[in-house]
């Protein structure tokens, strides 16, 4: 299922990312990758909050579709 029907305050494991080669890396370089896991924080204006690691990102819906877990 794509993260953006993760419910706030669950972790899940990434199981797949799709898109184009450009955008797959960029969300590489976020820290999203397969087999990697990602807490969902909050959701806020159409955007998620995500906890990649150490790190907090927001994601837009349309990205967070091309996630899935």
Do not use: C, Y
């Not at 969300?27 to 924080?41: N, P, Q, R």
């Not at 806020?44 to 990649?52: D, K, N, P, R």
Request: no cysteine.
């Amino acid at each position: 299922m794509p993260l953006t029907m993760v419910r706030s305050g669950e972790t899940v494991t990434i199981r797949k990312i799709t898109g184009k080669d450009e955008i797959r890396q960029h969300l590489a370089e976020l820290g999203f990758v397969v087999d990697g896991s990602v807490t969902v924080v909050s959701e806020m204006a159409g955007s998620l909050i995500l906890q990649v690691k150490d790190s907090r990102i927001a994601l837009d819906k349309t990205m967070a579709n091309r996630i899935q877990v």
